[in-house]
């Protein structure tokens, strides 16, 4: 797949989850219609490729590191993330990555549930978060 290029423009979605599916390595293994949606890809570009292809370069390096730290112990990941579309538009993300382990106890891949959210939203959380611990 060739090289996206970030723009500066907000894709905003309302509505259902998005769900998607990946191995230990990151691989796409399943995506929902509404994941396809709000990526831009189809489910024959995302599946099979790397998650990464969704990584915007706002994002600091610290935010994955924290998020593969938490689930390589296992544990569930919560936060919002800023994704970009094959198109190179941005989206806001509510999304929760929760490990799968089979019968053996051993993990074997993630399966994340993910609900649009536009910045907005984000911005007027952080401003009520601010309110309320500065009061």
Request: net charge negative.
């Amino acid at each position: 797949m060739s090289k996206i290029i970030p723009r500066d423009e907000e894709y905003i979605v309302e509505g259902k989850v998005a769900i998607s599916q990946t191995d230990l390595n990151g691989i796409i293994t399943f995506v929902n219609r509404k994941f396809c949606e709000i990526s831009g890809y189809s489910v024959d570009e995302l599946v099979n490729n790397n998650i990464n292809i969704l990584r915007h370069p706002d994002v600091h390096a610290s935010t994955y590191e924290k998020m593969q730290n938490t689930l390589k112990s296992g544990q569930v990941y919560n936060g919002m993330l800023k994704n970009m579309r094959k198109d190179g538009s941005f989206y806001w993300i509510d999304i929760e990555i929760t490990p799968i382990f089979n019968k053996q106890e051993q993990m074997t891949g993630y399966i994340s549930v993910s609900k649009p959210s536009p910045r907005k939203n984000i911005q007027d959380d952080e401003e009520s978060n601010n309110i309320t611990n500065n009061q």
